[in-house]
């Protein structure tokens, strides 16, 4: 059965203490493996867009990376601004052009 | 360019009423999606379009009803509210044949049946 993980389901920080979040996917084909962002009460914004092993894209204090299996979304020295839910969405042959999304990683960093 | 607008924002219903939950988009986004939230459960796709006229159920459709007319709207219709349809439900959109595109999300409408 196709199925998108993430993990941890939530995450404590301090400011500038850097870490990672991980997401797992088991799907057939991926077309897309994309990032998003959401903010207490807003819909989700869109991040990254990853489609091979071994591709990395960054933003600001963020560095998403892929690998075979899953996908790693890297913070380094992250502010209080950070905090959020992280989405991770794959898009798959089987899928069209609709996405499989997982559960959520809920970041909060403390001053 | 105010991108995917959903409403109403907030609304409350009965077990029984129907309602129609509004999304427009300005984008000339081709695809657009109907989501719902739950706390735990992620995202979960209710309805799709690929294109005016053209509509699709997703992993959760029982209840609910699409249609698309045009290319900027999408409303989901409520047939028979039911306490199990409370969540919040995000409207999306994304460009055809863009594949670098992730889908661009509407601000939400939390719905509460009682």
């Known amino acids: 059965e196709d199925q998108v993980t993430q993990s941890p389901e939530a995450l404590r920080l301090q400011e500038g203490e850097s870490s990672s979040l991980n997401c797992s996917y088991t799907?057939?084909?991926?077309?897309?493996l994309f990032w998003y962002r959401q903010d207490p009460g807003k819909g989700p914004e869109f991040l990254f867009t990853?489609?091979?092993a071994g591709e990395e894209k960054e933003k600001e204090r963020l560095k998403a990376t892929l690998t075979k299996k899953e996908s790693f979304l890297h913070i380094t020295a992250p502010k209080p601004e950070d905090s959020a839910t992280y989405l991770c969405?794959?898009?798959?042959?089987?899928?069209?052009?609709?996405?499989?999304f997982g559960p959520g990683t809920r970041l909060s960093v403390l001053p | 360019n105010a991108g995917v607008t959903q409403t109403p924002k907030f609304q409350v219903l009965k077990t029984g009423q129907s309602m129609t939950l509004q999304c427009a988009q300005d984008?000339?986004?081709?695809?657009m999606s109907w989501y719902r939230q739950d706390p735990g459960m992620g995202l979960r796709l209710i309805h799709y379009?690929?294109?005016?006229?053209?509509?699709d159920q997703g992993e959760v459709p029982n209840g609910y009803n699409v249609s698309r007319s045009t290319t900027e709207d999408f409303p989901l219709r409520l047939l028979s509210a039911a306490p199990s349809q409370t969540s919040v439900y995000f409207c999306?959109?994304?460009?055809?044949?863009?594949?670098?595109?992730?889908?661009?999300f509407g601000s939400g409408t939390r719905l509460t049946v009682v």
């Open positions: 990853l489609y091979s």
């Open positions: 379009s690929v294109g005016a006229g053209i509509t």
């Open positions: 999306a959109s994304r460009p055809r044949d863009r594949r670098n595109y992730g889908y661009t």
């Open positions: 969405a794959v898009q798959a042959e089987n899928y069209g052009q609709n996405f499989v």
């Open positions: 984008m000339n986004h081709e695809y």
């Open positions: 799907v057939s084909g991926l077309r897309g």
